[in-house]
């Protein structure tokens, strides 16, 4: 069974940091590129950061870019999101999400989600 859970979600006042964690089963973690969304309470899922299978590259959205930072450990089948300086617009449901491609098609999978507030 393919699994991703999330951790690390909770409530901190606008500066703060936390660490999210997301933690995989059920399928070649270290072949997959791994990626976080978040979505906001009325909004779409939005795209914030991915990592290739190797760490040799990343990606960041412009409204998260400097300020979070995306990484993974394939030995512990774990993906992370260091997140720095939030802001209340940071508040929403953070979601992980691993993607494999054959060529033709890309397949996914999503975790369950944590929610992370900010406010002070």
């Known amino acids: 069974e393919v699994r991703l859970v999330e951790s690390g979600g909770g409530l901190v006042q606008p500066g703060g940091s936390l660490r999210l964690s997301c933690v995989a089963s059920g399928f070649p973690f270290s072949q997959y590129v791994m990626s976080w969304f978040r979505q906001a309470p009325g909004e779409v899922r939005e795209f914030l950061a991915s990592i290739t299978w190797n760490s040799r590259a990343t990606y960041y959205a412009d409204s998260v870019k400097g300020r979070f930072t995306i990484s993974r450990d394939n030995a512990k089948n774990t993906a992370y999101l260091q997140m720095n300086s939030l802001k209340p617009e940071d508040t929403g449901v953070y979601y992980c999400?691993?993607?494999?491609?054959?060529?033709?098609?890309?397949?996914?999978?999503w975790g369950q989600g944590t929610q992370v507030t900010v406010s002070s």
């Open positions: 999400n691993a993607a494999i491609s054959d060529g033709h098609n890309w397949y996914t999978n």
